[in-house]
């Protein structure tokens, strides 16, 4: 699977971002697609997970101001990012796997499969 993620920005506190990642690969609707996140200094942090059933999981610091989902048709998953703050400022990668259980999903070391990344500035 190749991943290509995009959507990245520069937006004020408050506002919002859609990320995009496009996939390639006839069995994308099977693999387990996650978001993750890089601020400068620090580790590469979960932020969401969706599973080939659509069920969704998110981290604590983002929950109910992200929002990720797919469209297996078009082999895309989306992260849609409102209530944006300065702290969310990072690399937003996202990852695939296709063979994770569900205790596995918020590590980042047990995905196989990474996009470049696309740069998210909040400034205050």
């Known amino acids: 699977v190749q991943l290509q993620a995009s959507g990245g920005g520069l937006v004020q506190a408050g506002g919002s971002l859609r990320l995009s990642c496009a996939a390639s690969?006839?069995?994308?609707?099977?693999?387990?697609l996650g978001w993750f996140r890089q601020a400068p200094g620090k580790d590469r942090e979960f932020v969401a997970a969706?599973?080939?059933?659509?069920?969704?999981y998110y981290a604590e610091s983002i929950k109910g101001r992200f929002a990720m989902s797919r469209d297996n048709a078009k082999n895309m998953v989306y992260l849609q990012m409102n209530s944006l703050e300065p702290e969310d400022t990072a690399i937003y990668y996202c990852?695939?796997?296709?063979?994770?259980?569900?205790?596995?999903?918020?590590?980042?070391?047990?995905?196989?499969?990474w996009g470049q990344g696309t740069l998210v500035t909040v400034s205050s």
């Open positions: 990852a695939a796997d296709s063979s994770l259980i569900l205790s596995s999903i918020r590590g980042y070391e047990n995905y196989d499969y």
């Open positions: 690969g006839a069995t994308f609707r099977k693999y387990t």
């Open positions: 969706i599973r080939s059933n659509g069920y969704t």
